[in-house]
T-cell receptor, first 116, second 111 residues
Framework: DTGVSQNPRHKITKRGQNVTFRCDPI?????LYWYRQTLGQGPEFLTY????????KSRLLSDRFSAERPKGSFSTLEIQRTEQGDSAMYLC??????????????FGPGTRLTVL | RKEVEQDPGPFNVPEGATVAFNCTYS??????FFWYRQDCRKEPKLLMS???SGNEDGRFTAQLNRASQYISLLIRDSKLSDSATYLC????????????FGRGTSLIVHP
């Protein structure tokens, strides 16, 4: 399967714990996005990478959230000191990222986080 | 006011019906517009881009009205398989390209 993959698919954690999610984009894609989606809402932009550079980060993203893409390939999203309000589906997407244009984003299946 | 607004529906239509959704956006500097489809418990997938001159792909037609700041999606001859949530996406450039998704419009096509 050459699509976007995400691990784990489901994560249940207790409030206050740290969690880390991984995203493996389509291999030739240099843009990678993280989104959060809750029931009845569209995906909410969190952050985006062009290769290994984190170019944008949502103002809504608290300092408990951090993302990395160290070698410009896979990415990790870490949430520290989780809160019940962090419960959501975390989606990763990748695109070819041609300069100065939008490219179709291909989404992974998501990681569903439940904070007890 | 939200940046991108959609009527969440649901729109309940019989097979064969024509249905239209609108999506309004608040930032007049928005540059790119798209419709994505999301099936229940699945990830979003691109349905079509929306061009200034309007564009058609089979039974689907997308239109952009910059003056009134809305985009529309028309589905003709609805099929049961069209049942899904349709997400409007607006992209604004401020150096980088940040996509903003609407909350989606739910469509249910019944026999």
């Amino acid at each position: 399967d050459t699509g976007v993959s995400q691990n784990p698919r489901h994560k249940i954690t207790k409030r206050g714990q740290n969690v880390t999610f991984r995203c493996d984009p389509i291999s030739e894609h240099n843009r990678l996005y993280w989104y959060r989606q809750t029931l009845g809402q569209g995906p909410e932009f969190l952050t985006y990478f062009q290769n290994e550079a984190q170019l944008e980060k949502s103002r809504l993203l608290s300092d408990r959230f951090s993302a990395e893409r160290p070698k410009g390939s896979f990415s990790t999203l870490e949430i520290q000191r989780t809160e019940q309000g962090d419960s959501a589906m975390y989606l990763c997407a990748s695109s070819t990222g041609q300069a100065s244009s939008y490219n179709e984003q291909f989404f992974g299946p998501g990681t569903r986080l439940t904070v007890l | 006011r939200k940046e991108v607004e959609q009527d969440p529906g649901p729109f309940n239509v019989p097979e064969g019906a024509t249905v239209a959704f609108n999506c309004t956006y608040s930032n007049s500097a928005s540059q790119s517009f798209f419709w994505y489809r999301q099936d229940c418990r699945k990830e979003p997938k691109l349905l079509m881009s929306v061009y200034s001159s309007g564009n058609e792909d089979g039974r689907f037609t997308a239109q952009l009205n910059r003056a009134s700041q809305y985009i529309s999606l028309l589905i003709r001859d609805s099929k049961l398989s069209d049942s899904a949530t349709y997400l409007c996406v607006v992209e604004t450039s401020g150096g980088s390209y940040i996509p903003t998704f609407g909350r989606g419009t739910s469509l249910i096509v019944h026999p």
